[in-house]
């Protein structure tokens, strides 16, 4: 559904998080410059990196007139995030690692025509890309996470269903993030979805994904986290059987997926 012609056109604010990203942040940053939707608020959090990512950030400021930015010492990645999300004035917004891009120029303004006034989350499909930025194929694809075509906080008990940085909310409803837990993204999608009164998929894919991530790197601690954040939303009795679903469905995407790529 599109925005009634007389209404005001929707912005979004987009924040990115760095930490001594000089070979990566470029790419995303373009990817952002470039977008055909006029209403963009950018933000970019740093974290007092020493490399060279302070001057690609001011570079592009010179030319991107709605760039916001700060560079400090903050307490972790989600303490950055929050930092991001406090500066935010748009009506929804984005979190867009350092290393991962915008799928086309587009893409922004795809989401914004399908926006009602009732529309509170608009997530997508997900492109998982290499080092040298050549696709290994979609995340629901390659992986267990089938995108449904509705999406609801109750899915969540089966595991984050949306990359985090294809799930974009209505900035209104989006809490500070949880400090100390790996998976803070997934309380913060299903608190944001508990309150959310429609989500829309487009159909499209939002983000190339640099794969890789923190998670992913210490992934038996993401793994403790997860259970935790799961246990709070869906008590110990469907934790416990969702574990077991998600083993069983680990196995099964492993033989479907035998002998071809998989994440």
Known sequence: MSQPRDS???SFSIIT???NGENLLRDTMESVRIQS???IEYIVVDGASPDGTLSIVREYAEYMPRLKWISEKDKGLYDAMNKGLHMATGDFVQFLNCGDCLHDQNTIAT?????AP???VVYGDTMLVNDHREPAGRMSELSTRNLPEQLNWKQYAGGMLVVHQSFIPRRSLAPDYMQNNLCADYDWCIRILKKSRNTVNPGII???YLMGGMSKKRHRQSLLDRF???KSHFGLTRTLAAHAWIVVRALIHRIFRAGKARY
């Open 37 to 39: 939707w006029p209403d």
């Open 8 to 10: 005001k056109p929707v």
């Open 111 to 115: 989401l914004a025509r399908c926006i």
């Open 17 to 19: 998080v760095v930490f």
């Open 206 to 208: 939002i983000t190339d």
């Open 228 to 230: 935790s954040v799961m």
């Open 118 to 120: 009732d529309t509170d």
